[in-house]
């Protein structure tokens, strides 16, 4: 009796268990949703999608932004435009490298970002005012830089599941912010 009492204790902590593993996961999962969950602004012409990403920089303890918006025009697919926008205290010179990632399995279960090294492109930034730099990708397209043939960004942000930013400093160091796609997937669509 002792040992099938025992057992259901077990079954029960188990349970218990895994049921709040179970609601930690959903937890993160609708934290994750509402991180990356664009704020829309809507007017007669269109619509402004705005995600300000919270990121730190290694060796600080206050949290700075990067802010992407897309513009979206009602009577067009494409938007008219992509622009990243961050702290003017990176080397601007530089611009900024955007690519892009999907989500792969490896052979032991786990998910990770597998890096599409085809797809990193340089953005130069349009404008440094203030304390911010903006780079400002037209129509979703960007010029190669050795061909000048179009490269569809925007396609990019419909196909893979991550879009990554990095910048260098003045330091040398470097950040690389990377943000999923799948609710600006959703989002988008709906426009």
């Known amino acids: 009796m002792r040992k099938v009492l025992a057992l259901a204790v077990s079954i029960l902590l188990v349970n218990h268990s895994f ?11 609708d934290a994750a949703i509402k991180a ?13 999608m705005f995600l300000d990403v919270p990121y730190t920089r290694e060796g600080q303890d206050s949290a700075e932004y990067l802010t992407l918006t897309v513009a979206k ?20 010179t530089n611009g900024i490298f955007i690519a892009f990632a999907n989500t792969i399995k490896t052979p032991d279960g ?10 990193t492109r340089r953005i130069a930034f349009e404008s440094c005012k203030g304390e911010t730099c903006t780079a400002r990708i037209l129509e979703g397209y960007l ?10 960004i925007f396609q990019n942000f419909l196909d893979y599941d991550h879009v990554l ?8 160091s470097h950040k ?3 943000i999923p796609l799948f609710t600006f997937k959703q989002q ?3 426009l």
Request: charged fraction near 30%.
């Open 176 to 178: 690389s912010v990377a």
């Open 165 to 172: 930013f990095l910048f260098t400093y003045a330091d040398g």
């Open 110 to 119: 786990m998910s990770k970002m597998e890096l599409e090294k085809k797809s």
């Open 143 to 152: 010029s190669d830089e050795k061909t000048g043939e179009p490269i569809d």
């Open 73 to 92: 025009n009602k009577l067009a697919e494409r938007p008219e435009w992509i622009s990243v926008i961050i702290p003017n205290n990176i080397v601007r």
């Open 188 to 190: 988008y669509k709906t």
């Open 36 to 48: 990356f969950t664009w704020d829309l602004q809507k007017s007669a012409k269109g619509t402004l």
């Open 19 to 29: 049921s709040q593993s179970a609601d930690s996961l959903q937890r993160l999962a």
